[in-house]
């Protein structure tokens, strides 16, 4: 999984930076880079998905990220077919449609 891998996140969760909750922030991070995706309507830009993801960091984990990494989460993502992108989320419940399953976050 792409943001279970992303060392900056990872950081930012076992410190704590957003919180006692910091984890379930990173699983509506994830359901909400899912959303984006299924929510499209043109093809996906990395510039659009770089912005929510240094908006996200920002105001759930008071997280400035600078080292190049987020640029590099939003090409994979980018360029991973809808089937990755699924498997990247299966753990956090969530389907490729958007939807969470099982209740799960």
Known sequence: MLLSRWNG???AIQ???GGHDSLSKSKQLG???VTWFSQSKEPPCVEDL???LHESLLLSFN???EDGSIEEVCV???FSSPTQIQQ???NLGISIDGNR???EM
């Open 9 to 11: 996140l990872q950081m």
């Open 63 to 65: 997280t400035d990220i």
């Open 15 to 17: 410190n704590e930076w």
């Open 76 to 78: 994979l993502f980018i």
């Open 88 to 90: 990247n989320f299966f």
């Open 31 to 33: 359901y909400d880079i």
């Open 50 to 52: 770089e912005n929510l």
């Open 101 to 103: 399953e099982s209740g």
